[in-house]
């Protein structure tokens, strides 16, 4: 696949896909809710107005929605400080998000479309049963026709349990439940090759194949047109999105008609093709949701037979231990440079890997006293990282 595609190939894809897509999550952010008066109703009320467009079309959507602490910020009149504790935004968090919702409730309301609030921290998708129990409520509500707005609950998600952003939390929930495509409404028109200011030679980049390294630097340019916005965060999401094989959009949240331009075939924004292979929803769950416990170092040999072979890993490459986890404890795994190759849940705590690293599978219950299994972790239970237009 290659960088982009170009414009004529494109707009194919774009529009076979845009046609096929029946479950959309959208998300917005604060630079596209907010202006200097807190909540921008004018934005709210035409976001609303959309949706409602594409649920009367016979699709279902969820909104992803920041702006809760900008609206609460100016609530209360706190000036944003460099070094703003989290107690600080908790608050800001717990005032606002009531303002927001009551804006789309209104907003909503013109309309006729029901809206559900729903307050997630992390802690609720790494728990197998919780993440389960939110995917068959959010189904539920697209049962009753309803648009679910979700958001961070950010009152109480304690630092180390937060999601790292809404672009992050809307590409889970855009895999959870099997969306076919990931809009981030943004504050930028679409990505470019280079600063659309300084170099006289960029062009709008319309329709992306992957996420590459190529793209990701860019990204990472100071002054770059890309490194605008958290531009980074929004491509790790459309790369989560594309492993689980949905498609991706990033455009400006501030037109008037963004989501009917989009679904009307109309060329706006920077699309992202889904992925050539999709992980099953379980292997999602593992890759992205879950938060490591610890770190496994493997060999040369270890590392070609996960990467390049799909095999399991046995205690004979592992080469190092780091952390202390129990059994079944979502665990990466790093090559000798410390490059992040995979994801997987361990069979064996971290004392007894310990114990068995570099020695054969023959050698476990003599050393253990007993031998559950021949693989620290069983192939089931991982995933490749790191590679090409992947996280």
Known sequence: MTLQMNNDDGLYYRQTLFDQAKRVVIKVGSAVLTGDNGLDESVIANIARQISFLQSSGREVILVSSGAVAAGRKRLGVVKTPHEELRVKQALAATGQGLLMQAYELAFAEFRQPVAQVLLTHADLSHRGRYLNVRNTIRTLFEFGVVPIINENDTVSAEELRFSDNDTLGALMTNMIGADMFIILTDVDCLYTGHPVEDPDARPMYTVAAVTREIE?????????????????????????????????????????????????????????????????????????????????????????????????????????????????????????????????????????????GRKTGEIAAILGTKDTDEVIHRDNLVVLGREGEI
């Open 217 to 357: 630097r860019m990204a990472g340019q100071a002054g770059s047109a890309l490194g605008t916005g958290g531009m980074m965060a929004k491509l790790r999401a459309v790369k989560m999105v594309a492993a689980c094989g949905g498609s991706s959009f990033i455009g400006p949240g501030r037109h008037p008609e963004i989501l009917k331009a989009l679904f009307s075939g109309e060329l706006v924004g920077t699309f992202f093709l889904p992925g050539k292979g999709a992980l099953n929803r379980r292997k999602h769950w593992i890759a992205y949701v879950l938060k490591p416990q610890g770190f496994l170092v493997v060999d040369d040999g270890a590392r070609r037979a996960l990467v390049e072979q799909g095999r399991s890993l046995l205690p004979s490459g592992i080469v190092e231990v780091q952390g202390s986890f129990a059994v079944g404890a979502p665990v990466h795994c790093l090559d000798r440079q410390g490059t992040v190759i995979a994801a997987g849940l361990s069979n064996y705590d971290a004392a007894d890997i310990e114990r068995i690293k």
